[in-house]
């Protein structure tokens, strides 16, 4: 009998992920700097910008959206075809450089749009790089693992901007110095960027000395590999689904601040969005480590769509479901709470799941396009929501229960991964 082959895994691959995850973590910090404490931030960069135009507070989270359209198809081709030594280093070194500029252009709104403009360049050469890790330095048995340690690094980011960055700066309105210590907060984040930035530079490393799998070295280039995975059809509905769930993830992201005044919130307390991140944190470690240990994607999929359903439900029609404003309030938090286990559990099992579904081709291809698209209604969802200060916000919200039904049905019509058929 042909004894089966095994593979080495290198103690390396650790500090990788580390790695990793600490430059995933700070350029989420940076997307979301501003966004929890909004209404402050319009007190203290007043008269640099028109509160009723597009330039505005929201616009520095936007503004990841816009880029990541245009720079998400470029990034994931230099990282398939040069490598993640070559494409992370490209994010690290601008997310050093701008990093500090955003911290030492604190006061100016044009300075901060500028550095924000440089970050967002960077931040696809760094997420669109999960898939390509966990492959080159991973075994089967521990990618969705990995790719859910990766997420959780992205959501630990998101949870520090929402929940740490409001104790930096003065909230309460009824207070002197709201809207203050914007300076601070930015100096600090930009020291911690540059720092995350420098290690990934010394340390990332493009493969072990051994593969940790029978995949074949070659894959198809990125041309090849990307008509590859438009004709796939289980790629084409996954393409769908996240058009819809990352798309309403970005947006609440993005609007926490405007959904707390939403909802009759006085302060930018970030609790929305922070009891979000939780939940999420809590999904990103559990379902991706559940669907290795019983080697199923679709069916955890479907699993967190269905969840999705009672969570946006609570986040959208919490002030339909109570009539008090601490019921209403204490449905929010529930309802979000809920969303970001599924929503954010889904992310990485759906990037290894569509690595696996349209192998050979290159893997982060397959991730950009999803994160992609949904950067893509992300933008479109968070610029119809916060037009004519934020009118639209509660049509935006029912909307997004509508959908996500959609991608529930959706879901459900996926194949297996063919590594676990």
């Known amino acids: 009998m042909e004894q089966k082959k095994t593979y080495p895994v290198f103690a390396y691959r650790w500090v990788i992920l580390a790695v990793y995850m600490f430059l995933s973590i700070v350029i989420q910090i940076q997307w979301l700097a501003h966004a929890s404490v909004a209404r402050p931030a319009a007190v203290f960069y007043a008269g640099q910008f028109s509160p009723d135009g597009l330039f505005n507070i929201d616009f520095l989270a936007l503004l990841y959206m816009l880029v990541y359209i245009i720079v998400s198809i470029p990034a994931s081709y230099i990282i398939d075809t040069h490598g993640i030594k070559i494409g992370l280093g490209i994010g690290a070194a601008i997310t050093v450089v701008c990093g500090l500029l955003k911290g030492f252009m604190a006061e100016n709104y044009i300075g901060i749009l500028v550095a924000q403009v440089g970050l967002a360049i960077a931040q696809p050469f760094i997420l669109n790089a999960v898939t390509a890790i966990t492959v080159r330095w991973f075994p089967l048995r521990e990618r969705g693992m990995a790719a859910g340690m990766a997420a959780l690094a992205q959501y630990l980011g998101i949870i520090i901007a929402m929940l740490v960055t409001p104790l930096m700066i003065g909230i309460n309105p009824d207070k002197p110095d709201y809207g203050s210590g914007f300076g601070h907060m930015l100096m600090i984040y930009g020291v911690i960027t540059a720092v995350a930035g420098v290690l990934s530079l010394i340390l990332i490393k493009e493969t072990p000395p051994e593969p940790p799998g029978d995949e074949l070295v070659e894959r198809m280039s990125f041309g090849k590999g990307l008509k590859h995975i438009l004709g796939l059809r289980d790629m084409r509905i996954i393409l769908i689904i996240f ?23 006085k302060d930018s307390e970030g609790l929305i969005g922070g009891i979000m991140l939780i939940g999420g944190i809590i999904g990103a470690v559990i379902i991706p480590w559940l669907s290795d240990v019983y080697k199923k994607r679709k069916f955890f999929l479907v699993v967190c769509m269905v969840g999705m359903v009672p969570g946006i439900v609570g986040l959208s029609l919490a ?17 979000s709470f809920i969303l970001g286990f599924f929503v954010m559990s889904a992310g990485p099992i759906g990037f290894q799941y569509a690595a696996e579904v349209s192998y050979p081709a290159p893997e982060s291809t397959s991730q950009g396009l999803l994160l992609l698209i949904g950067q893509v209604t992300g933008m479109i969802f968070v610029a119809g929501m916060s037009i004519h200060q934020n009118h639209f916000l ?28």
């Not at 769930?245 to 959904?259: E, K, Q, R």
């Not at 109570?322 to 929010?332: D, E, K, R, V, W």
């Open 243 to 265: 058009l819809i769930g990352l798309g309403i993830f970005n947006a609440v992201s993005s609007m926490t601040d405007a959904i707390a005044a939403h909802m009759g919130v």
């Open 319 to 335: 002030d339909h479901l109570a009539s008090t404003p601490g019921a209403i309030y204490g449905i929010t938090l529930a309802g």
């Open 394 to 421: 509660g049509v935006f919200m029912t909307l997004f229960v509508v959908l996500t039904v959609v991608t529930m049905i959706l879901g459900t019509t996926l194949r297996e991964s063919p590594h676990f058929r």
